[in-house]
């Protein structure tokens, strides 16, 4: 498992140590294409890091139709609520391609930063700067689906006042 750690670009900078502190923690974990690995709501346990394939990241907003968030391959982190101690997913991961991953459990990141502060430091900003860019995808996304809201509304308001008008 050092091997691994060792060459993912996430641990590229990370000291033997701490990846050394690490490497007990995941284990592997493998699924075909389609298979869900968690979905929105699930209890958030694990923290998963995909190897290989693809994994597709949604989100069901409770009055709108679902939204892909973003597609996460080699490298990238998913599961990130177990990382920051939810209680349960805030979105579903669906793997899209047969993956390979290995993930950590939220107990044993928690204890990590409990027992070794600095490294449990270091892991977390690793993770943090990992998942950052996808916020902007998400916010990007629901401001084209508010924009089609917004103009679906305009639709049906100029729909109804023509209609008020033509039955006047």
């Known amino acids: 498992m050092f091997k691994t750690l060792e060459s993912v670009p996430l641990f590229k900078d990370v000291d033997e140590n701490v990846l050394h502190l690490l490497e007990p923690m995941f284990e592997p974990y493998v699924c ?8 929105q709501g699930d209890p958030a346990h694990y923290l998963y890091l995909v190897l290989e394939g693809t994994v597709e990241i949604n ?19 998913v599961g990130w609520s177990a990382a920051i101690g939810n209680t349960a997913y805030t979105s ?18 928690h ?13 977390l900003n690793l993770l ?22 917004v103009s679906a509304r305009q639709c049906a308001k ?11």
């Open 92 to 109: 579903g991961a669906i793997c899209r391609e047969d993956c390979q991953a290995i993930r950590m459990s939220k107990r044993d990141l």
């Open 128 to 149: 943090a700067e990992s998942v950052s860019p996808r916020w902007q995808d998400a916010q990007d996304q629901i401001q084209v689906l508010l924009n089609n809201s």
């Open 59 to 77: 989100y069901k907003p409770y009055d709108g139709p679902p939204l892909t968030l973003t597609t996460l391959t080699q490298g990238n982190i």
């Open 32 to 39: 075909p294409a389609e298979t869900v690995i968690f979905e």
């Open 111 to 123: 204890n990590l930063c409990a027992k070794e502060p600095e490294a449990g430091r270091i892991i």
């Open 158 to 168: 100029t729909r109804t006042r023509r209609k008020r008008k033509e039955n006047q």
